[in-house]
C-alpha cells in the first residue's frame, strides 16, 4: 500500500551513502493545463520527481468512509475506471487530509478501498491513472536485451518500508522490467509521484522528456524521522519559500541544532545544498546560515526531507497561487 496522509508518513526512504560523487537533474518546463518537462540526466545517480500526470479520469464528493473503504453513490466507479493493468490513485481534495494520495486497491461499482484508513471523511475527491515507467522514460534510457549490463540505465523506486527496487528498459518489449527478475513480464510499472525516485545513468547523459498534465491541488509529503525521498508536484514555480514546508517542519535559530528539520537540493555537478528555516521565518543554507535569504530558490522535482526532531510529520506542499488561473 502507498499512501501519504497528514496523520500518517508512509515512506522511508532509506540510506544516502550510495549518493556520494552522483550527478543531478535538472529540471525545465512549459506550465499549463497540459505541457511537458525536460529532465537532464547526467552520468551517476539522478534524484527526480514526476511533475506531470495522467488526466484525472473521475472527480466527485465522498459520502460517507468506514476504515479504509470510501462510499460515493453518485458514481459508477467500475464503469469508469475499467483499465485492468492501471494502478489508480485517490487524491483528496480538501477538508483534514486535502492533499493525501493514495493507491486504491479495490473497487465496486460506488466504493473504493484503499490500504488504510484516510481520515478523509465527506471530502472532494479525484482520482487518475499512476503513470508507468513506460509512460515516463519510454525508449529514453539505455536498455538491455535480455539482463541489464554495465551500460544499462537503471530507475531505483523506493519501497515501502525503505530500500529500493530497480528497473531496466527490456529493448525487445520496451518494458521495464525488475533487475531481479529480467524474465518476468510486466504490465507497466506505477510510479507513487508523492515520491521522488533516482535515475542511474551507466552510459552518457541524455535528456528525458516527460508529458502530461499539471495537478493543480496541493499534495501531502512525509517527513518520518530520518530521511524522506519526495516528488515536487508543481512543475514550475514552486520556490522553498512558497512550498509550505516551514508549516510542517522544525526551525532552528540563527544556526540549525541536532533538532532542525534540513532540506536537501540536488546541485549542477553532483552533491547537494542542504537547507533550514532559521528563528526568523527565513530559508538559509546550512553552509552559510548569515547569509542571504534562499525563499525564492526554486525547488527541484526531487527533494530529501532529513526529518531530525522527534516524531513523525508530513504536510501539505503546496502549489503557487498562480496555479488557480490554470
Same mark, same amino acid.
Given at each position: 500500500?502507498?499512501?501519504?496522509?497528514?496523520?500518517?508518513?508512509?515512506?522511508?526512504?532509506?540510506?544516502?551513502?550510495?549518493?556520494?560523487?552522483?550527478?543531478?537533474?535538472?529540471?525545465?518546463?512549459? /506550465?499549463?493545463?497540459?505541457?511537458?518537462?525536460?529532465?537532464?540526466?547526467? !552520468?551517476?545517480?539522478?534524484?527526480?520527481?514526476?511533475?506531470?500526470?495522467?488526466?484525472?479520469?473521475?472527480?466527485?464528493?465522498?459520502?460517507?468512509?468506514?476504515?479504509? +473503504?470510501?462510499?460515493?453513490?453518485?458514481?459508477?466507479?467500475?464503469?469508469?475506471?475499467?483499465?485492468?493493468?492501471?494502478?489508480?490513485?485517490?487524491?483528496?481534495?480538501?477538508?483534514?487530509?486535502?492533499?493525501?494520495?493514495?493507491?486504491?486497491?479495490?473497487?465496486?461499482?460506488?466504493?473504493?478501498?484503499?490500504?488504510?484508513?484516510?481520515?478523509?471523511?465527506?471530502? *472532494?475527491?479525484?482520482? %487518475?491513472?499512476?503513470?508507468?515507467?513506460?509512460?515516463?522514460?519510454?525508449?529514453?534510457?539505455?536498455?538491455?536485451?535480455?539482463?541489464?549490463?554495465?551500460? *544499462?540505465?537503471?530507475?531505483?523506486?523506493?519501497?515501502?518500508?525503505?530500500?529500493?527496487?530497480?528497473?531496466? %528498459?527490456?529493448?525487445? +518489449?520496451?518494458?521495464? %522490467?525488475?533487475?531481479?527478475?529480467?524474465?518476468?513480464?510486466?504490465?507497466?510499472?506505477?510510479?507513487?509521484?508523492?515520491?521522488?525516485?533516482? !535515475?542511474?545513468?551507466?552510459?552518457?547523459?541524455?535528456?528525458?522528456?516527460?508529458?502530461?498534465?499539471?495537478?493543480?491541488?496541493?499534495?501531502?509529503?512525509?517527513?518520518?524521522?530520518?530521511?524522506?525521498?519526495?516528488? !515536487?508536484?508543481?512543475?514550475?514555480?514552486?520556490?522553498?519559500?512558497?512550498?509550505?514546508?516551514?508549516?510542517?517542519?522544525?526551525?532552528?535559530?540563527?544556526?540549525?541544532?541536532?533538532?532542525?528539520?534540513?532540506?536537501?537540493?540536488?546541485?549542477?555537478?553532483?552533491?547537494?545544498?542542504?537547507?533550514?528555516?532559521?528563528?526568523?521565518?527565513?530559508?538559509?543554507?546550512?553552509?552559510?546560515?548569515?547569509?542571504?535569504?534562499?525563499?525564492?530558490?526554486?525547488?527541484? /522535482?526531487?527533494?530529501?526531507?532529513?526529518?531530525?526532531?522527534?516524531?513523525? +510529520?508530513?504536510?501539505?506542499? *503546496?502549489?503557487?497561487?498562480?496555479?488557480?488561473?490554470?
Amino acid at each position: 500500500m502507498k499512501a501519504t496522509t497528514l496523520k500518517k508518513a508512509a515512506l522511508v526512504a532509506g540510506s544516502l551513502s550510495f549518493l556520494v560523487g552522483s550527478a543531478y537533474s535538472q529540471q525545465s518546463a512549459v /506550465s499549463g493545463a497540459g505541457g511537458y518537462t525536460t529532465e537532464s540526466l547526467g !552520468v551517476g545517480f539522478n534524484l527526480m520527481g514526476v511533475s506531470l500526470h495522467n488526466p484525472v479520469a473521475l472527480s466527485g464528493t465522498f459520502d460517507s468512509e468506514d476504515g479504509a +473503504t470510501l462510499t460515493d453513490a453518485d458514481v459508477d466507479f467500475s464503469a469508469v475506471l475499467t483499465d485492468a493493468s492501471a494502478t489508480y490513485l485517490l487524491e483528496i481534495v480538501d477538508g483534514t487530509q486535502a492533499g493525501a494520495v493514495a493507491e486504491i486497491e479495490s473497487l465496486t461499482a460506488t466504493t473504493v478501498t484503499v490500504g488504510a484508513g484516510l481520515g478523509a471523511g465527506a471530502a *472532494t475527491y479525484q482520482i %487518475r491513472a499512476a503513470g508507468t515507467l513506460e509512460d515516463i522514460f519510454g525508449d529514453s534510457l539505455a536498455g538491455a536485451v535480455a539482463v541489464p549490463g554495465a551500460t *544499462t540505465d537503471r530507475v531505483w523506486l523506493p519501497k515501502d518500508g525503505g530500500g529500493f527496487d530497480q528497473y531496466f %528498459r527490456h529493448t525487445a +518489449t520496451g518494458q521495464y %522490467r525488475s533487475v531481479a527478475l529480467p524474465f518476468a513480464a510486466t504490465t507497466g510499472t506505477a510510479v507513487f509521484y508523492p515520491d521522488a525516485l533516482f !535515475v542511474q545513468i551507466a552510459d552518457t547523459a541524455k535528456d528525458v522528456v516527460v508529458t502530461g498534465m499539471v495537478k493543480t491541488t496541493d499534495t501531502v509529503a512525509a517527513a518520518v524521522e530520518g530521511f524522506n525521498l519526495v516528488g !515536487v508536484t508543481p512543475p514550475v514555480g514552486s520556490t522553498i519559500g512558497n512550498s509550505g514546508l516551514d508549516t510542517f517542519l522544525t526551525a532552528g535559530g540563527v544556526v540549525p541544532t541536532a533538532t532542525t528539520d534540513r532540506v536537501w537540493l540536488p546541485v549542477a555537478g553532483g552533491g547537494f545544498n542542504q537547507y533550514f528555516i532559521n528563528g526568523t521565518g527565513d530559508w538559509r543554507t546550512v553552509a552559510l546560515p548569515f547569509g542571504a535569504s534562499q525563499n525564492d530558490t526554486e525547488l527541484t /522535482s526531487g527533494i530529501f526531507i532529513q526529518r531530525n526532531d522527534a516524531g513523525d +510529520t508530513g504536510g501539505a506542499l *503546496t502549489v503557487p497561487a498562480f496555479y488557480d488561473n490554470l
